[in-house]
């Protein structure tokens, strides 16, 4: 169905206000955004894994879900999430529940890239009837900017820090998409917000609609982390996409499809220069160190290129 | 805004008031807890400069944009916590931001 | 109608979950708990059973997907041993905490730490604080009457607590014995359908749960988890009740033997219960006044119960298949003193015995209780607890 932005702005929300995310949290977004590609007619089992989104959505005695929310553990969103869609199939036959449900685990990149990682796995070679959506900020947020494998190389955290004998995270940053892409699940996507949240929308969509498990990694900037002024956030993400450093692309049954291609690739510094996270980076003496940031976004870039067969 | 099935609930209830397991009735009801108060910096909507594009809708972290008929209306300042990213996506100028005090 | 059947406890407590019908297994392999997720596997290959079998990847997995199961107001089960328990240990006391009356079946084996298959209970005794309920089985037949009564415990009002029933890995889990067996309609009747009150899958309501607890919260939802507990021990006498009317076997919890007019007496668990039996009986032959205390629900612990089967001992010697490593003495052995604590002037002696399979024999059991009247003729016990069955 074609994207009617009008519209789907009109729906009513999932999310609720009066959760405790940070001013300006990108989670809050993403969540927003993915839930709104559920018709509203259909209900959702909604879990996430331990976490900023958690700790702050679900904090006794407020919900900010509109639907059903469990929350377990920090590493098996995606483990919890399969045993309900397991009972959903159960009940169904029995007769016990007669509407739509649908099925979506919420992880950061440190419940989802690290922790969460095997049980991710498992619920996708399952093929549960689901949806795994990472929302990437690029550090453990929530127990205060500590390094995941989803960190980019040389950006400074709690746990990568920066000092004289260190330029920030040592390791370049796990590509877990094209991981998940590699289970041969029926659809893959990456995305971020950009413009009207058409990207978004669509690629969540068909996540959600398409029979089988799917996966979404969504870039969600945290300003905190990040250090980058709140405001912004959209700004943030376009420079992510214009870079390259976060390509828009999905994967349908195995067929890779680039979903966006800048006119102008910008250079990388674009991307890490409004961000205090890689503040260092911008000392004298330490251009070499952008130019090897910028040497891997490019092959990454050209690796998807082929992937999605686009002329490089 | 919807009934709040845990209205009851406070930290005044002794244990056999609280709900098992901590289990939250119902849905949404943090609608009823003011974050408003966290805002350090405040949106102004100016609906004569609006032209109801709400390319702003999507982009708040705390759904405090409401919508009807596909008009915003003037924010939820109940939740709005004051980040400033619709001020920043806005193309008309409809919404000015700045630090409350200023 | 009881059918007479021959079984091992593995075979059985799988026909218990065929007759109980849940509606989600999710479950992975481990020795020797294995045959019963293939067992299920096969009912639901063979269109025997109506669940939905969940072959998961991990048993932390198990257990997450078990919680996301059962909160989503499926009656679920699993089944596990030894490392697979202890990797799902972080789970049980979430799954605990959320009041999710889900079953488990431990087979009890040595915790790794070195591997070890063979029985012991050092997997299920790390776990006795979790807030589960714990009931242990002696043979084959008490494990088929324990998990069907474990389904209707856990789910009951009053309750709404994950439930363990453990048996003996190998000992009992593989051998066969005769075994009477309940009827498929009589046990579904008995274990009725799950209707809990709040599930994720309510259509009229949506539900949250699993919740971030702030102080001012936590410690009295943590004592609805003890208020539980406590009122699981009536719940377990009803059901067990119930439970003796249709299959005319008695269950309680603890079973005293011989102990009437005992004044030594042995607190054990398990199948090693069996062979202290006939110990006790061959003693009994040769005028010792010795009984026997097994104790079947050890979670919640049977204070009031083992006060007053062991108040007017002389001695009692505690049998624990698990060390403790907390240079005290076994878990066992450290509830029963403290049970007794200030109520009986019993000698307490404390020994651990069988782990990673070291053989249990009469002999064994003849052999504790002559430490126990050397104990009582010595007016006391030194510092520690006693080790048997090792190489000296």
């Known amino acids: 169905m074609a994207y009617n932005f009008k519209q789907e702005m009109n729906k009513p929300e999932r999310l609720a206000g009066g959760h405790r995310l940070c001013a300006g949290c990108g989670a809050g977004i993403a969540v927003r955004g993915v839930m ?29 879900w509109n639907d059903s929310f469990i929350h377990s553990a920090f590493e098996n969103s995606a483990a919890t999430v399969s045993g309900s869609e397991a009972a959903y199939i159960a009940l169904k036959k029995k007769g016990k529940v007669n509407g739509t449900y649908k099925f979506i685990a919420f992880g950061g ?35 205060g900017i500590q390094r995941s494998s989803g960190t980019p190389k040389y950006a400074e955290t709690t746990t990568s820090a920066v000092g004289k004998c260190s330029p920030g995270k040592k390791q370049i940053r796990k590509d877990l998409t094209e991981v998940i892409a590699s289970h041969h699940i029926p659809y893959v996507a990456q995305t971020t917000f950009i413009g009207n949240f058409k990207d978004l929308h669509e690629k969540a969509e068909k996540a959600l609609y398409t029979p089988g ?84 976004v490019d092959k990454r870039w050209e690796e998807l290129l082929k992937l999605c067969g686009e002329e490089v | 805004m919807k009934d709040n099935l845990m209205k009851h609930i406070n930290e005044q209830n002794a244990w056999h008031e609280l709900t098992p397991g901590g289990m939250i009735y119902g849905s949404g009801n943090s609608e009823h807890f003011n974050t408003g108060e966290w805002r350090v910096a405040i949106p102004t909507f100016i609906e004569d400069k609006c032209k109801q594009c709400l390319l702003c809708v999507p982009v708040c972290p705390d759904s405090s944009i409401p919508v ?32 409350i005090g200023e | 109608m009881a059918i007479r059947e021959r079984l091992s406890g593995n075979e059985a407590v799988s026909i218990a979950i065929r007759q109980v019908n849940p509606d989600v297994m999710a479950a992975f392999p481990i020795t020797p708990s294995t045959e019963i997720p293939q067992f299920i596997s096969q009912y639901v290959a063979n269109g025997t059973i109506d669940t939905e079998f969940v072959a998961v990847e991990s048993e932390h997995s198990a257990m997450s997907a078990c919680m996301g199961s059962q909160a989503a107001g499926a009656r679920t089960v699993t089944a596990t041993s030894s490392c697979g328990l202890a990797l799902m240990w972080e789970m049980l006391y979430v799954v605990a905490s959320a009041r ?54 856990g789910e009951h009002k009053d309750v709404q ?30 274990v009725g359908e799950y209707e809990p ?196």
Request: proline share 4%; glycine share 8%; net charge negative.
């Open chain 1, 109 to 143: 990149d440190g419940g989802t890239y690290d922790i969460g990682f095997q049980s991710l796995s498992g619920a996708m070679e399952r093929g549960h009837d689901m949806v795994y959506v990472c929302y990437d900020n690029g550090a453990y947020m929530n127990t």
């Open chain 2, 68 to 99: 009807v008929d596909s008009k915003r209306l003037d924010f939820d300042f109940e939740h709005c916590k004051g980040c400033g990213i619709c001020y920043k996506v806005c193309p008309f100028d409809a919404i000015t931001f700045k630090k």
């Open chain 3, 100 to 153: 999710l009356p889900l079953t488990l079946c431990c087979i009890n084996r040595a915790l790794t730490g070195p591997i070890n298959i063979n029985n012991d209970h050092s997997d299920s005794m790390g776990a006795r604080d979790a807030g589960w309920i714990q009931i242990y089985a002696e043979n084959a037949q008490e494990a088929y009457d324990n998990y069907i009564q474990c389904v209707r415990i």
């Open chain 1, 213 to 296: 498990a799917a996966f979404l990694n969504i870039l969600a900037p945290c300003p905190r982390g990040w250090r980058y002024n709140a405001e912004d956030m959209m700004t943030i993400t376009k420079l992510a996409v214009e870079t390259c450093y976060w390509p828009l692309y999905e994967v349908i049954d195995g067929e890779y499809k680039l979903s966006y291609r800048p006119k102008v690739k910008q250079p990388i510094e674009n991307f890490l220069k409004p961000q205090g996270r890689f503040k260092h980076l911008f000392k004298k003496g330490n251009e070499d160190l952008i130019a090897e940031i910028q040497a891997d």
């Open chain 3, 197 to 392: 009150e709040k599930y994720l899958l309510n259509e009229k309501e949506a539900v949250s749960m699993g919740p971030y607890d702030i102080a001012n919260y936590y410690m009295e939802h943590k004592y609805q988890q003890k208020v539980a507990l406590d009122n699981a021990k009536q719940v377990i006498y009803d059901v067990a009740a119930e439970f003796e009317k249709m299959s005319g076997r008695k269950y309680g919890m603890i079973e005293e033997y011989m102990m009437e007019d005992a004044e030594y007496a042995m607190v054990i668990i398990g199948s090693s219960a069996g062979t202290a039996k006939d110990a006790v009986d061959k003693m009994r032959a040769e005028g010792k006044k010795v009984g026997l205390v097994k104790v079947r629900v050890y979670r919640p612990f049977p204070e009031e119960e083992m006060v007053k089967a062991l108040s007017g001992m002389k001695g009692v010697v505690v049998m624990d298949k698990a060390e403790g490593y907390s240079a005290l003495g076994g878990p066992l052995g450290a509830d029963v003193k403290a049970a007794l604590f200030g109520r009986t002037n019993a000698v307490v002696l404390n020994i651990v015995y069988g782990l990673g399979g070291r053989d249990v024999r009469v002999e064994s059991i003849e052999e504790a209780y002559g430490r126990l009247f050397a104990a009582v003729e010595a007016g006391g016990v030194p510092f520690g607890y006693d080790y048997l069955g090792l190489r000296k």
């Open chain 1, 36 to 64: 709104r590609a559920l018709k509203p007619e259909d209900k959702a089992v909604v879990c996430s894994a331990t976490g900023c989104l958690e700790v702050s959505t679900c904090l006794y005695p407020y919900t900010a």
């Open chain 3, 161 to 190: 607590l994950p439930v363990m029933a453990c048996q003996d890995g190998f000992i009992t889990s593989h051998a066969v014995e005769n075994i009477l067996l309940l009827e498929d309609a009589e046990v579904k009747a008995f």
